[in-house]
């Protein structure tokens, strides 16, 4: 009896141990979508580095951010560590409540979340892009083209009248990159001198098909006077351009369009001059930031190790560029 009694308790034991074993070495990563061109490029280098050190799981909210609350209540007692795209920025208060009860660290990455909630326990982090910079760089994409303020370059001021209509293609509302990139680029283009007339800003959901249909719908009534198109995103980008080439006929950039994440699409969109230009959103970049605090945080070590900057002890932001083509892409 005595035997069985200590069979029983070492294979307890073991259990308990292989258990903690799976837990400390295991990560659960969550993005928003499985349909996001960007994210879909940022997640397969993110599982390829990942799972070369670490046991992962990747969790799809398919923009549901019930479907995600339930994801991360599934997966808490199993992870140690959690990766995480929000659908909505505002349920970060409760991921983070979760997560510090468990005294789980959580790094968020590419939707930004709340400051207070970021600041309300100690191991949260964020690495993204810097959305003004973005912004900011769109704006001297346009600058390039439209020349000085005060004589603007007749081949794009098509009605010359030495105004910009500007139409924006806004990712989501109320998404923190997406006001942020908008915002930018407003108040650069501004600053720079520029008269605009904001002609529309119009919510396409980071999606293609979405801009190419609000193109399609309000084109003769309202964008066919559009002299410029920055879209928070290339796939919007994408989405106008195709929709402005197909009516016009134009083989060139004739209404300068110009997007942000120099996605593979984005970069074929620049050379094929359907684009006139991208802002290179550096996912490989993030990914190297994101692996290194998953280091610090799998194998215990000082966050000094980091060869990032960590900006009002939370966030990590990622710089961005103007795309230039080398002849490779």
Request: charged share 25%; with cysteine; hydrophobic share 35%.
């Amino acid at each position: 009896m005595k035997r069985i009694l200590s069979i029983f308790f070492f294979g307890m034991i073991m259990l308990f141990m292989t258990s903690c074993s799976q837990k400390s070495n295991h990560i659960s990563v969550f993005y928003y979508d499985k349909d996001d061109i960007f994210l879909n490029q940022l997640s397969k280098k993110l599982t390829d580095n990942l799972s070369k050190k670490y046991s992962i799981t990747n969790y799809y909210a398919s923009k549901s951010q019930l479907k995600q609350n339930l994801q991360v209540d599934e997966a808490l007692d199993e992870s140690s560590l959690i990766l995480m795209n929000m659908v909505d920025r505002l349920a970060s208060g409760a991921i983070v409540e979760k997560c510090r009860k468990k005294n789980i660290p959580v790094v968020f990455f590419n939707r930004e979340p709340l400051l207070e909630d970021m600041e309300s326990y100690k191991d949260c982090y964020y690495v993204g892009p810097n959305p003004d910079k973005q912004g900011m760089l769109q704006v001297e994409c346009a600058e390039e083209l439209f020349g000085n303020p005060s004589s603007l370059n007749p081949k794009y001021d098509l009605n010359g009248d030495n105004k910009i209509q500007l139409v924006i293609l806004k990712g989501e509302q109320g998404h923190q990159d997406a006001e942020r990139r908008t915002q930018a680029c407003l108040s650069t283009i501004r600053q720079k001198g520029y008269d605009i007339e904001l002609i529309s800003i119009g919510v396409c959901n980071w999606n293609q098909t979405e801009a190419y249909n609000l193109f399609w719908s309000q084109y003769n009534s309202l964008l066919k006077n559009a002299e410029l198109v920055l879209a928070n995103n290339d796939e919007m980008a994408i989405g106008a351009a195709s929709y402005i080439r197909s009516v016009t006929n134009e083989e060139e950039d004739i209404i300068p369009v110009i997007g942000v994440d120099a996605t593979i699409a984005g970069k074929k969109a620049v050379k094929d001059k359907l684009l006139s230009s991208t802002i290179i959103n550096d996912d490989s970049m993030q990914v190297e930031a994101i692996c290194q605090l998953t280091d610090v945080y799998m194998n215990n070590m000082p966050m000094e190790d980091l060869n990032f900057t960590i900006e009002n002890q939370k966030f990590i932001y990622i710089d961005s560029a103007i795309y230039v083509e080398d002849g490779n892409n």
